[in-house]
């Protein structure tokens, strides 16, 4: 009487393959049943899509934070590479060396600066 009134019939079965129970009024068969005929991917399928586009606006951002990140670098090198290239350039232009020689690097001994030189040779 309460099943007839609530809309719903109930009737618990036993699936004989798996030995779970499951409502034979709703249900085709018990959980394992359902997900060996492929129910549930159906399920999984109202989700996928969700999912998906999600994943694909992540994808768009991660290509836009990619480009972003490939420009920064592009600028970034060519900044150094400008950096560098003017230094050379000074370098070479003018008496430049000098500024690199060391203090007391005049009073040494040609072996001592033999020495430094050669540790800054091999690193
Ligand atoms: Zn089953």
Redesign the pocket.
């Known amino acids: 009487m309460n099943q007839a009134e609530s809309g719903t019939a109930t009737q618990i079965v036993k699936?004989e393959?798996?030995g779970?129970r499951y409502n034979a009024a709703t249900q085709s068969?018990?959980v394992?049943?359902r997900r060996e005929a492929g129910e549930f991917p159906k399920t999984g399928a109202t989700r996928a899509p969700e999912r998906t586009a999600r994943q694909g606006m992540s994808l768009s951002a991660a290509l836009a934070i990619s480009a972003l990140l490939v420009l920064a670098t592009s600028f970034a090198m060519l900044w150094i590479h400008t950096q560098v290239y003017d230094q050379t350039q000074r370098l070479m232009e003018s008496d430049g060396y000098e500024e690199f020689t060391p203090d007391g690097y005049e009073e040494l001994t040609p072996e001592e600066r033999e020495k430094i030189e050669e540790l800054f040779r091999e690193p």
């Open positions: 699936c393959k798996h779970l068969g018990c394992r049943c």
